[in-house]
């Protein structure tokens, strides 16, 4: 007879249960963790709309697929196909046709859906530049990789003589590109060695290296930091890490950078950043002696700065409040704060000793070692020292709040997250506060009790959970037991989580027919997408699958096998829905493929003749909800019209909304906030059946995305815009979508809930999901690429130097129907010293609260304020860090911690972008907002800071082995007129045509010769020329990257198009506000007034 196992041990044979596996089980994990999936053919930049049975595409760039079928793993055949199929977007995830029958319960990756198979990793690296090399032949890694035992400063180096501006490190505004974390990569043309980002790239999803290149943090304290500055001045304040950006003698610019003796810290894509502790040791490290810097050149009478602080000189004509902006031409706009490119990626470990390490910048390279904290992928805090009380909190005009992705993608060379299994029992919890046993919770009385690390309670020991304690006081099975060691862990959920049995997966298809979009191209195009993602749908008999077309009626098709083909069954009444016999419309997939196909290929032409030009929306979604309300499931609805008939109806304010704009701006944002209130009631009860709602608005006019997003909002769903659509560019971009969107790792009827220690309680939540309770947060679904908002307050005070504990749980539903509870934990210190927080400000989860606060307000506010308020946000932190954390009193100087010192310009940008401007379409606002209210930390800033290469050049990057280029600040004068620029902000691309490019360039990227014969439609080509081969390298990295296929708009020169691309230049002053340089002028005027 088999040995009993002790509940909550992972098990050992789970390998034999005869069972699908889990959706984030990965056959390759251990073997080859590096790897592509063998299966994912063609990412197919440019592929022709055709159906998917009309013969096989070529692989891109005319080579055969480098992975053979023979490659799979064995256990994991996978069905030949007659072709090779479209590849994912970036860092789609592949599926094997045959499902393995044994998971294996201990070793399960994060949140990989089956099938993530391995080959030559998408985030593979390259081996630093030599520049980037320690003196010991080491990596040097970033100051955020270990703390750094002094204080340094972030110089500025003056352009090398006769260089070009832009061209030197110090003014390339953007990060070393980082790459989304993906479960894999198509092959194909996307087979070119690792894609290993240049040194220019922008904060985006982090790019991941193989764990082999990976520099690991050194033992010892970090090396004295050599640049030349001024002695630090012995301060009890000046311990908030910043940079300063000294002053120089009086004829030069005021932003003459001091002298550098080694680059900044390759890492951190924000420059260096400090910190308390160090991970070796508990103590606060000495301060580096002063005699170890040399000494700048200084005015005379001028104070020292304090190391640790930026310091932006104002001309005095500035500096005083109300005075003409004309001194701004003696600011360098090569030495004011930009980002800095990170090339060196790290390992993060989570914890070190008894403490929590400092996370990397979201947007920079890492591999997290989980040590007790959960991965930043998952969870990360805006101040990564808590304050103890709300007056510090509030005197430091920061905000406290968690970014929570719970599904987030993990690096491949990450350990999985363990399963753990506590059989009917269920997870070991706290009796009152019902936290989930972690990490923090301490063992007494010999292990026969522990104390919540949430709310205190002192718990019995459930018996056969009993340890004994060793010497240290941990228990002596802690290492064994992830639930015990790990910051992240999942739960398999007993029944009494579960009050129905867990949800198939069911996908529902709704099709618009109406004359518009038959004669757009747009439903051929979504018939097209559905066709080919068929073949991407979980295998077995719990896959179903339905599909109805609507324009003024709503057509249903009756799939069962038993017929010859399908059946079409209209449903007239659209004031009051119902729908045909459910078992008949939605059926198993392994029944209906042929039917389902068939029918596919002759919708278009069924629909050729329609003159029906109304379409009811409302209708249609509640029919289909109406047919999946017994089980729940995925709704995926292609809409192309304004909805004009039936329920939920309704009109187009657009052109109320442009004469609203130009008479009365008070009113305008009234149209970004929804006509009908029956749609959000709608949205409520398809929540309550967990149904989740996608709209794909394939349109070329308005169709009130106010209002109909309303729907993907409240289910957890998503919108995505194809405006204006194009037949001959935008299939490809909707087919890639729609496979994402289905083959991503998600999870179904969803419950999550933050708890926090005693003294910090959740304020609110925000995000797409629904809440009928104040504690919970319900979503029908949940996918990697979801994040949500979670802001905090205090309820009593901390103690300073206890840990401040944050959990959250999230109850789901697996593809394979296992109910499963993910547990994410974070404990941070708390302090009562104001220059800790500061320190420990985290830049871009800052910044997405901004993001994500603005577009809560924008529906319900008038414009102005809403910048103002965002404004103010900025400067009442910068003030108060001026005002209690800094030392030097000169009026002329502008005071800007490390840690944020990027603050300004991104708060530039969020002024300047879509959702923050009163000029552009009601309905690219709206979408702007939605795509906020659910954006990951990675990918905040992008959005509206994007990054701009040149890529008339790529031919010159000869020896460098990254394969994209230096990004370049967003000024107009970095461009000229004779190059070619892309800029992408991680879902729509530009690229711009000067007036003047050389023919043969044009002629070699695109098939043209002059700039007037540049298409308004474009497909991406792939001519036999290396820069033609580059060029598709490159792009095809960013769609990696990104997660996302990036739609392209061509600009030129003298063309609205070319000055679309203008208004992108956010440093530069535009109709949107001020340049870069006059609004460090304003911040600077207004922290001075408020001080006076």
């Known amino acids: 007879m088999a040995a009993p196992v002790p509940p909550g041990a992972p098990r050992p044979g789970a390998n034999a249960r005869q069972q699908p596996p889990p ?51 064995a256990g994991f055949p996978v069905a030949s196909s007659p072709m090779p199929r479209p590849g994912p977007p970036p860092g789609m995830v592949g599926r094997p046709a045959v499902v393995h029958p044994g998971p294996l319960q201990s070793t399960l990756p994060g949140n990989v859906p089956p099938g993530r198979l391995a080959g030559s990793s998408p985030f593979g690296s390259r081996p630093p530049p030599a520049s980037l090399l320690s003196s010991a032949g080491g990596a040097v890694l970033p100051s955020s990789a270990f703390p750094s035992s002094g204080v340094h400063s972030v110089s500025l180096a003056p352009p090398p003589a006769g260089s070009r501006p832009g061209s030197f490190v110090s003014s390339s505004p953007l990060t070393g590109g980082p790459v989304v974390p993906m479960s894999n990569a198509p092959a194909g043309h996307l087979s070119n060695g690792p894609p290993a980002v240049g040194a220019g790239a922008l904060p985006g999803p982090p790019r991941f290296p193989s764990a082999a290149s990976v520099s690991q943090p050194p033992v010892g304290p970090p090396p004295s930091m050599m640049s030349a500055r001024p002695p630090a001045q012995a301060s009890p304040m000046h311990s908030a890490q910043a940079s300063p950006i000294a002053p120089s003698m009086p004829s030069a610019s005021p932003f003459s950078a001091v002298p550098q003796a080694r680059p900044p810290p390759p890492g951190s894509p924000y420059g260096p950043q400090s910190w308390t502790m160090q991970p070796q040791q508990g103590a606060q490290p000495p301060h580096i002696p002063s005699n170890t810097h040399a000494q700048p050149p200084r005015m005379y009478g001028m104070p020292q700065q304090l190391p640790n602080q930026a310091m932006t000189t104002i001309p005095p004509a500035m500096g005083q409040p109300g005075a003409p902006l004309s001194g701004t031409s003696r600011i360098d706009p090569n030495q004011i704060p930009r980002p800095v490119p990170s090339a060196t990626p790290i390992v993060y470990e989570t914890r070190h000793g008894n403490s929590a390490n400092p996370p990397p910048p979201a947007a920079s390279d890492y591999i997290v070692r989980d040590t007790g904290n959960c ?51 269920g997870p070991v919890r706290c009796s009152r506060c019902k936290g989930y046993i972690n990490p923090f919770m301490k063992f007494i009385d010999q292990g026969r009790k522990f104390i919540c690390n949430l709310c205190g309670f002192t718990d019995d020991t459930p018996r056969d959970y009993h340890c004994n304690l060793g010497p240290d006081g941990r228990r002596r099975d802690a290492d064994e037991r992830p639930e015990l060691c790990k910051g992240t862990v999942e739960f398999v959920a007993s029944k009494e989580y579960m009050v129905r049995d867990p949800m ?176 959000k009631t709608l949205g409520t009860e398809f929540a309550e059946y967990q149904v989740c709602v996608d709209v794909f608005l394939t349109t070329q006019s308005y169709v009130d995305i106010a209002s109909i997003s309303v729907i993907p909002r409240t289910t957890g769903g998503q919108v995505y815009y194809y405006y204006p659509f194009s037949a001959v560019s935008d299939p490809a971009k909707l087919y890639n979508d729609l496979r994402w969107n289905i083959t991503r790792p998600q999870g179904f009827e969803a419950v999550m809930r933050v708890r926090c220690s005693q003294g910090i309680e959740v304020h609110d939540y925000s995000g797409n999901f629904c809440k009928r309770i104040p504690t919970d947060i319900d979503l029908a679904a949940i996918d990697c690429d979801k994040c949500i908002l979670v802001t905090l307050k205090h309820d009593d005070k901390l103690q300073d130097g206890s840990e401040c504990a944050f959990q959250c749980a999230l ?166 007129d004779d190059g070619i620029y892309l800029l992408e902000n991680g879902e729509d691309a530009l690229i711009y045509f000067g007036s003047s490019v050389d023919s043969s360039i044009l002629q070699q990227l695109f098939g043209f010769t002059s700039v007037d014969e540049v298409p308004t439609q474009f497909v991406m080509p792939q001519f036999a020329n290396p820069l033609s081969k580059k060029f598709n390298d490159f792009v095809n990295v960013i769609r990696q990257q990104r997660c996302s296929y990036l739609r392209f708009k061509l600009c030129k020169k003298g063309d609205p198009s070319g000055m679309l691309f203008l208004s992108c230049m956010v440093e530069d002053k535009n109709a949107g506000g001020a340049s870069y340089v006059e609004f460090l002028v304003h911040i600077h005027r207004q922290i001075q007034m408020k001080m006076s």
């Not at 299966?39 to 692989?59: A, E």
């Not at 005197?395 to 506590?422: C, K, N, R, Y």
């Open 23 to 73: 959706p984030n089980f990965n056959p390759n994990h251990q073997t080859n963790p590096n790897s592509l999936a063998d299966n994912m053919q063609n990412l197919n930049i440019n592929r022709p709309l055709s159906m998917p049975n009309s013969g096989p595409r070529p692989p891109p760039f005319g080579q055969q697929p480098p992975f053979p079928q023979s490659s799979v793993s």
């Open 375 to 425: 991965s930043p992928r998952y969870m990360r805090c805006t101040i990564n020292q808590i304050p103890c009380t709300a007056d510090l909190l509030t005197t430091s005009g920061m905000q406290l709040a968690l970014l929570v992705q719970p599904m987030a993608l993990p690096h491949p060379s990450e350990d999985p997250i363990q399963v753990v299994d506590f059989g009917e029992g």
């Open 504 to 679: 198939p997966a069911v996908y529902f298809f709704l099709i618009d027919v109406s004359m518009n979009a038959v004669q757009t191209g747009a439903t051929a195009a979504a018939c097209s997408a559905i066709s080919q993602v068929i073949s991407d749908l979980p295998e077995g008999p719990r896959t179903l699958v339905g599909i109805a077309t609507f324009d003024s009626t709503i057509h249903f098709y009756n799939l069962k096998r038993a017929l010859q083909q399908p059946l079409m069954l209209i449903v007239p009444d659209i004031q009051d829905v119902y729908t045909p016999l459910e078992t008949d419309v939605v059926v198993q997939l392994s029944e209906c493929r042929q039917h389902l196909e068939l029918l596919l290929e002759n919708i278009p032409t069924m629909f050729q003749t329609s003159t029906t030009a109304e379409s009811c929306f409302g209708a249609a979604i509640k029919a289909a909800f109406l047919a999946m309300k017994s089980t729940g499931g995925k709704l995926l609805v292609f809409q192309s019209v304004l909805p004009s008939v039936g329920m939920c109806a309704l009109s187009s304010r657009e052109a109320e909304g442009r004469t609203n704009i130009s008479a009365s701006e008070k009113e305008a944002h009234k149209l970004l906030q929804p006509a009908d209130k029956g749609l």
């Open 811 to 976: 109850l789901y539903t697996t593809l394979y129907g296992q109910r499963r509870i993910r547990v994410t934990n974070l404990s941070l210190p708390c302090t009562n010293m104001l220059s800790n927080l500061f320190r420990a400000a985290d830049l871009d989860t800052q910044f997405a609260y901004f993001l994500k606060q603005a577009a809560i307000e924008i529906p319900t506010t008038p414009l102005l304020p809403v910048r103002d308020q965002v404004t103010n946000l900025c400067i009442n932190i910068l003030l108060s860090y001026r005002k209690f954390c800094a030392t030097v009193s000169s009026s002329g100087q502008l005071i800007l911690p490390e840690a944020l010192k990027l603050l300004p310009l991104y708060t530039l940008a969020l002024i300047k972008s879509t959702g923050l401007r009163n000029d552009g379409r009601i309905d690219d606002r709206s979408f702007w907002f939605n795509y906020v209210s659910s954006i990951s930390t990675p990918l905040a800033v992008p959005l509206v800071y994007p990054r701009m290469f040149a890529i008339h050049n790529l031919n010159s990057k000869e020896g460098d082995d990254s394969i994209l280029p230096p990004t370049i600040p967003l000024s107009s004068e970095h461009v000229s």
